[in-house]
Every structure is written in structure tokens, then in C-alpha cells.
């Protein structure tokens, strides 16, 4: 395959996650010769393809304006020109925009072709000693507790390892969430700043990884790739939650937040806070 741009052909071009020296020969060819570049940041992309003495036109594409870009940039494409799509970082579409773009110029006939490169969920799950054989990716996880809690719940009894992005001002909240969700034995691991000065690859459970972070507050800072266990055959078969454990948790719902809620039931009961959680929510209608 040419390293040449081809008229009429949408190029989605994985970016550096961090070292710019990840930017592969390819990309780099490609990013030259095409006619037009479709950024999500066109400042952040300008600043890219300066370090690498790049000059092409850019085109914000980002969440608020894609639809309306992708009608644009599929007319240049039946026109005869070349478009390179990218993300302020990686792979556009893992967690970013792209896929209204892709999914027209496929639409419409158009070929759309794949320049691999950095994905930061990739380079974490390389290196993060869990099974990668098989594994999910969620994307972000929601930004308020309570939907957050959800998610970790529906989440909590996948049998392979998943993996989350996270923000560094939601990282501890996300982790006191896991904590009350899935408890502190379940082993998780902390990628955070790959490729980057301050990279760090953090392993333990629950518990000790929030030690950790609130011992030493630069491990919270970065953007960060959490990656969890698969559950335990043990603990996809829900402990039984006693008549007298619902009574307990129905009392309580009623007057406190649910994580606080089944906290206190299990130090009644004697159970485990999962399936007290999983019972709350039922109760609640969630």
C-alpha cells in the first residue's frame, strides 16, 4: 500500500498518545499529502503538525458539529480529495469522535482506510499483567455517582477484565464507587500518563490502591486507564440477600443514599455490600 494520500479516500490516522515519537513513518506520510485534516482540536492538531513541520488545512470535527462536518467532508471526498481524520490523541472513535464520519463516507460508498497507531486502552492492557485474551471496553464511565454505581453494578459480574478511562478530578470518587460496588478485593490496575514523563502502572485491589492515592496525591494527576478483574466464579453467583437483609435495606433507602445505605445493612447482616447494592437498586426502581 502506497504511503502516498489517494483522492477520494478518508484516512483515520491514530495520533501519539503522549511521545510524539510515537507517531509512525505512515501516519506521517499521510498526514502530508492529504488534502485536508479533520481534527476534533484543530489548536492541539496545529500543534502536532508543527513539531513534525506539517502545513495542511484543518477542519474542526468534534461531538458538537460532526454531522454537519460529515456532509462536508463527504462531498470533498466525491469531489477528489483526501482527508485524514484525527483525535487530540490515539485512535479517533476509541472514546472520541469519528464514527458519525466513518459511518457516512461508508454510507456513501467511499473508502475509508485505517492508519494504526497509539490506543492508550490498548497500551494499558498490554502491560497491566491482567488476561487480555478476551476483555471489554466501556469508554467513560458516567460523571455522577449515582449513574456511576449503576454502571459498576452492571458491570461487576462480567467474567473478563474491563477497562475505563478516567478523568484525574474523578479518579478517587470512581474508586470509593468500585470500593462500594464490587469491595476492595477486587484486583484493578492504574495506567496513568502512558507514554508520557510521569508515566506510572499501578496493580493491587480496591483498598490498597486507594491507600496509594490518598498517600501520595500525584498519583492522582493524569488522565488515567483504569483496568478491572473479571469477577471470580464465586462471586457471579450472587450471595443470597435473607428476607430479613430486604427488610433492613428497604428501611434504609428510604432515608439514606444508597451506598451508604448498603454499607450499613452489610455490617448488620454480615453480608457482603454488592448484593445489597444490587437489592437496593431494585428496590429503588433503578
Not at 79 to 88: P, R
Not at 101 to 122: D, H, Q, S, Y
Not at 232 to 240: A, F, R, T, V, Y
Amino acid at each position: 500500500m502506497s504511503d502516498k494520500a489517494v483522492a477520494g479516500e478518508l484516512y483515520v490516522v491514530a495520533t501519539p498518545i503522549g511521545n510524539l515519537a510515537d507517531l509512525s513513518p505512515r501516519a506521517k506520510d499521510i498526514l502530508m499529502s492529504v488534502d485536508v485534516i479533520a481534527a476534533e482540536d484543530t489548536r492541539h492538531t496545529s500543534k502536532l503538525l508543527g513539531h513534525f513541520g506539517i502545513r495542511r488545512q484543518l477542519l474542526a470535527c468534534h461531538d458538537y458539529n460532526e454531522r454537519e462536518r460529515s456532509e462536508q467532508i463527504v462531498k470533498r471526498l466525491q469531489a477528489g480529495e483526501s482527508v485524514a481524520l484525527v483525535s487530540d490523541a490515539g485512535t479517533p472513535l476509541i472514546s472520541d469522535p469519528g464514527y458519525h464520519l466513518v459511518n457516512a463516507v461508508r454510507e456513501a460508498g467511499l473508502k475509508a482506510v485505517p492508519v494504526p497507531g497509539a490506543c492508550a486502552m490498548v497500551a494499558a492492557l498490554s502491560v497491566s499483567g491482567l488476561p487480555s485474551d478476551r476483555f471489554f471496553f466501556e469508554g467513560f464511565l458516567p460523571a455522577k455517582g449515582s449513574g456511576r454505581r449503576k454502571r459498576i453494578t452492571e458491570l461487576a459480574d462480567f467474567a473478563h477484565t474491563w477497562i475505563v478511562y478516567e478523568s484525574p478530578h474523578r479518579i478517587t470518587d470512581m474508586l470509593d464507587d468500585m470500593f462500594t460496588v464490587l469491595g476492595g478485593d477486587r484486583r484493578l490496575v492504574l495506567a496513568r500518563e502512558l507514554t508520557k514523563t510521569f508515566e506510572t502502572v499501578l496493580s493491587g485491589t480496591v483498598a490498597e490502591l486507594q491507600k496509594i492515592l490518598a498517600e501520595d496525591t500525584n498519583q492522582q494527576r493524569g488522565e488515567f486507564v483504569v483496568l478491572v478483574q473479571g469477577a471470580p466464579k464465586s462471586d457471579i453467583l450472587d450471595e443470597e440477600v435473607t428476607e430479613e437483609a430486604l427488610r433492613i435495606m428497604t428501611v434504609l433507602v428510604e432515608e439514606l443514599p444508597l451506598k451508604q445505605a448498603s454499607q450499613i445493612a452489610a455490617k448488620l447482616t454480615g453480608l457482603k455490600s454488592k448484593p445489597l447494592y444490587k437489592a437496593g437498586l431494585a428496590l429503588k426502581g433503578d
